[in-house]
């Protein structure tokens, strides 16, 4: 099955960010930020993101971004709060999460700085956030 990219949505881009931030929502970049705000009305839970399926996640996305912060975080901070990724997008260290709001799918990507990069400040660590639209 061949699974098609379309409207590229970045949500953050750069750790500059995290500067004055008090929640992960000040980090989300984008002209679709009024839909995140909007849309979700269920409370996110780490256990319950874990074993939900996409529509229940899509109705997590704002509480989601509402209680917590990424940038800069390490990978292993992404899995222990989503678990494993269900969804695969460049690379296998970049944690990936189907859901479903509004009736569209997305890929929400989690880009994490190369584990043998040589900057110690980006490596193993979330230094992008993306919504994928999946087509």
């Not at 709001?101 to 190369?114: A, K, Q």
Request: proline share 2%; with cysteine.
């Amino acid at each position: 099955m061949e699974i098609y990219l379309r409207n590229f949505i970045i949500i953050v881009v750069g750790s500059s960010a995290l500067i004055g931030c008090s929640s992960g929502y000040e980090e989300i970049k984008t002209k679709h930020k009024e839909l995140i705000i909007n849309y979700g009305l269920t409370q996110f839970e780490k256990g319950k993101w874990k074993v939900s399926n996409p529509t229940h996640r899509g109705e997590m996305i704002k509480s989601l971004f509402l209680k917590h912060k990424f940038m800069g975080k390490n990978v292993s901070y992404v899995k222990d709060l989503l678990g494993q990724r269900d969804c695969y997008i460049d690379y296998e260290h970049a944690p990936c999460y189907e859901l479903i709001y509004e009736g569209y799918y997305y890929y929400l990507v989690f880009g994490i700085g190369h584990p043998s990069s040589e900057d110690n400040d980006v490596r193993n660590k979330v230094i992008t956030i993306e919504l994928f639209e999946r087509g």
